[in-house]
Each structure stands twice: as structure tokens, then as C-alpha cells.
């Protein structure tokens, strides 16, 4: 007869060493308030969830202080980031207010920030908000897409990382 073995209290340390060894790609989150301010941030929490119909999911840590913007958006834009643009990714993972004031960005059809030079683009429509731990997960429903070459920003173990040429 087997024993079950106990569980002990995973730290939080522990936790995010252990998940830092899953490569993770990286993309940058965007919307615009109703006024029409354009707000954004840096998520690797980013996965499809369905094809039929065609869903996504992200989170956001509660402590980001774009969250109010996300909490109130009708639409949000996953912009997949490539491997040359690491500098951007690390613009928009920092706290500080105008954060596109000197990035160059469009409006998708749906109104929300969309960048050059990314890998693709999701624009969705917000379907559902749940709270699940210390983030706030969004279902949105994919309404339009861009596809474009070249080869994934990764983030693995805590860093940028790179997975080389693609193509």
C-alpha cells in the first residue's frame, strides 16, 4: 500500500523559479479609454483558448497601474512582439506615465494601439473579467488579425531570450 506524500507550502520564490523555466513568448497589451488615451503594458501572461469561437486569455497583475483602463475597455489588442524588439517590451514593462509619447503606434479597427514591426496582432472584444489570485484574467474574443514574419521576442528564466532565425 503507497503512501500519499504530503504537500508542503510552495513559496512564492519557489513558484516563480519553477514557472521561469517555461519560455514564454512576449506581448504588449493595449487599449484606449473611452476618451480615446491610449494605455498599455507588458504581459507574458498571454495563451488562445479556444478556436470556435476564437478566444484569449491574459492577465494583469492587480499592483499594474494600467489596470483601471483594461477593467473599463469594450476592446483590447495583443501586440506579438518580435525578437528585435526588446527595447519596446522593456519601455512598456516599466510604471511611468506616458508610456506612447515617444513610440510611434496606429489605431486597429477597433481602436486600439496596434505597433510596427510586430510578429502579429490580436484586437478583441472583452467578453469576461475574473479575478484569480493576485491578477485579473480577460477573456476577450478575437474580432481581427494580422499575421507578419520574423522570429519571436522569449522570455525564459527571467530574461529576454531568443530562439534565432525562423524563417
Not at 18 to 32: E, W
Not at 94 to 106: I, K, L, P, S, Y
Not at 148 to 167: D, N, R, T
Request: a neutral charge.
Amino acid at each position: 500500500m503507497s503512501s500519499k506524500p504530503s504537500l508542503g507550502q510552495l513559496s512564492p520564490d519557489e513558484f516563480r523559479r519553477a514557472c521561469a523555466r517555461f519560455a514564454t513568448g512576449v506581448c504588449i497589451l493595449t487599449t484606449c479609454t473611452h476618451d480615446g488615451a491610449p494605455h498599455g503594458l507588458t504581459v507574458n501572461s498571454f495563451s488562445s483558448l479556444s478556436l470556435d469561437p476564437p478566444l484569449v486569455m491574459v492577465a494583469i497583475a492587480f499592483s499594474s497601474n494600467q489596470i483601471a483602463a483594461f477593467e473599463r475597455a469594450d476592446f483590447f489588442g495583443v501586440n506579438i512582439l518580435a525578437q528585435d524588439q526588446r527595447r519596446l517590451s522593456a519601455h512598456f514593462a516599466h510604471r511611468q506615465e506616458g508610456r506612447f509619447d515617444t513610440v510611434a503606434w496606429r489605431q486597429g479597427i477597433t481602436g486600439v494601439p496596434l505597433f510596427e514591426g510586430t510578429l502579429g496582432a490580436l484586437e478583441c472584444r472583452a467578453v469576461k473579467r475574473f479575478d484569480a489570485g493576485d491578477h485579473r484574467v480577460l477573456i476577450g474574443e478575437a474580432a481581427a488579425a494580422a499575421i507578419h514574419g520574423g522570429s519571436p521576442l522569449i522570455y525564459f528564466k527571467s530574461a529576454y531570450a531568443s530562439l534565432g532565425e525562423l524563417e
